[in-house]
């Protein structure tokens, strides 16, 4: 398996930590920092890009605030996924938040989107998931994980473009 | 820096965890599994026996289930030391929550805390606590972290003992 991966697309770049049980991605979007940050946080905007393409989100509980939480299900067909987290920190470029797969309701990452401002309109998006195991970092990377982020922010990409983001 | 060090009474092991930007540490209570969850999640209790003697604790914010955060701070020697994060899981059987010193804004670890039944009413606390990075985990363990466990559990063995638990 190769450390690094790149979506269909080509846009967004996923590695391993080569000594850490860290996955880092990194994504470029015509956007403002504040416009990332309301995709995140804003729960109508949230719902209409996060996840794989033909898979809906549901939120149960949202309170995108420093010391919040979330709780969505997402669901296609008979398949049906439950998600939850804390808000650590959402700052102005800055969002930490944990994430738990109800699925393995043992299991818990804590993930931090940081924006950075390239200028014209364009943020670059760092964003990285620190995991229990290296054993777990390589099982998220080998999991087919950048379908559903490919889709997910192309479908972002579409929002921005269409001003809804 | 030794990666296993005992605090000063010899009760509570601390080590580094290998190949991870981690710290593990566990200690044996004269209590029940239920009791130290109490013990970290009763706000009344847990002002009581957390942080180094003199510390004199204060909570700001404090909602212990899951989904929850909290805000504590200590004043020593006149200077105030504030520490924040949320409550990701509160169950029987496991706690696991973010952590900020606010000294250090940007580093947050992941602590999970189980607590192990060993029968004739012992029970062995496990601490796991996770960082994003070497440098942030090796700066904890040689901040004299290991005064402030000693203490505090010294305290909570008191409580017990008390029947104040």
């Given amino acids: 398996m190769s450390s690094t991966l790149k979506t269909a697309d080509g846009t967004t770049t996923i590695e391993a930590d080569p000594n850490l049980p860290l996955v880092r991605m990194t994504r470029d979007f015509q956007a403002t920092p504040a416009q ?37 299900v997402s669901t296609r067909g008979d398949e049906e996924y ?5 808000f650590h920190e959402v700052g102005d470029d800055k969002i930490v938040q944990t994430f738990t797969y109800d699925g ?47 889709d997910g922010y192309a479908k972002l990409d579409r929002l921005l473009e269409d001003g809804a983001g | ?24 540490m566990s200690r044996d209570f004269r209590a029940t599994p239920a009791q130290l969850v109490r013990a970290h999640t009763d706000k009344d209790l847990f002002v009581q026996w957390v942080g180094p003697n003199g510390s004199n604790m204060t909570i700001d914010h404090w909602d212990a289930r899951t989904g929850g955060s ?13 520490f924040r994060g949320c409550f990701h899981t509160v169950r029987d059987d496991r ?23 060993l029968g004739e009413g012992r029970t062995r606390l496990h601490v796991h606590s996770l960082y994003d990075t070497y440098e942030g985990r090796d700066g904890m363990l040689s901040s004299g972290m290991e005064v ?17 638990v």
Avoid: C
């Fill in chain 2, 1 to 24: 820096m030794s990666t296993t060090m005992k605090t000063a009474d010899g009760t509570t092991t601390i080590e580094a965890v290998e190949d991870m930007p981690a710290i593990r």
């Fill in chain 1, 82 to 86: 439950a998600f939850h987290g804390s």
């Fill in chain 2, 70 to 82: 909290w805000r504590h701070h200590g004043d020593l020697d006149g200077e105030e030391y504030a």
């Fill in chain 2, 95 to 117: 706690l696991v929550q973010t952590f900020t010193y606010e000294g250090f804004p940007d580093s947050v670890a992941l602590e999970t805390m189980w607590f192990e039944d």
């Fill in chain 1, 36 to 72: 990332l940050v309301r995709a995140h946080t804003d729960p109508e905007v949230f719902v209409q890009w996060i996840g794989p393409n033909g898979m809906d989100t549901q939120l149960k509980h949202w309170d995108a605030r420093t010391g919040g939480s979330w709780r969505y």
């Fill in chain 1, 104 to 150: 393995f309701p043992d299991g818990v990452s804590l993930e931090t989107q940081w924006f950075e401002d390239l200028g014209d309109g364009r943020t670059r998006m760092h964003a990285t998931s620190l995991v229990e195991s290296l054993e777990t970092r390589d099982l998220i990377l080998s999991s087919g994980m950048e379908v559903g982020i490919n």
């Fill in chain 2, 148 to 164: 402030g466990v000693n203490d505090g559990y010294a305290k909570l063995d008191d409580l017990l003992e008390a029947g104040a």
